[in-house]
């Protein structure tokens, strides 16, 4: 049973920066892309970024790209979002997931219902 615990979030400022962390245990998740989501109550849960097994690839979906920057460690089974720039609309529980299963297309990766491993969430607030 994989387990993922994100860490990391917050209340900053808009214009601030955070590092959230996801550590994975129970198996090794090097073998699987590891994507970030976001949620905000009575919402659906929303891509933020992805990244390929080896990290060489990432993915960012358009309201961060240029902002959020993902990366990993294999070995130590850590996979990180560095968030610059915040916008209050950045807020929500972030959510670390691993998806199990390959898939051709990387805009696959941008749902949620094709991850199977999630974590409970971290909080990130950002304050005008």
């Known amino acids: 049973q994989v387990q993922l615990v994100e860490s990391g979030g917050g209340l900053v400022l808009a214009g601030g920066s955070l590092g959230l962390s996801c550590s994975a245990s129970?198996?090794?998740?090097?073998?699987?892309?590891m994507g970030w989501f976001r949620q905000d109550p009575g919402e659906e849960r929303e891509f933020v970024g992805a990244?390929?097994?080896?990290?060489?690839?990432?993915y960012y979906a358009d309201s961060v790209r240029g902002r959020f920057s993902i990366s990993r460690d294999n070995a130590k089974n850590l996979v990180y979002m560095q968030i610059n720039s915040l916008k209050p609309e950045d807020t929500g529980v972030y959510y670390c997931?691993?998806?199990?299963?390959?898939?051709?297309?990387?805009?696959?990766?941008?749902?949620?219902?094709?991850?199977?491993?999630w974590g409970q969430g971290t909080q990130v607030t950002v304050s005008s």
């Open positions: 129970g198996r090794t998740s090097s073998m699987y892309v």
């Open positions: 990244i390929s097994r080896n990290g060489v690839l990432t």
């Open positions: 997931a691993e998806s199990s299963t390959y898939y051709s297309q990387r805009s696959d990766y941008t749902s949620h219902g094709k991850y199977d491993y």
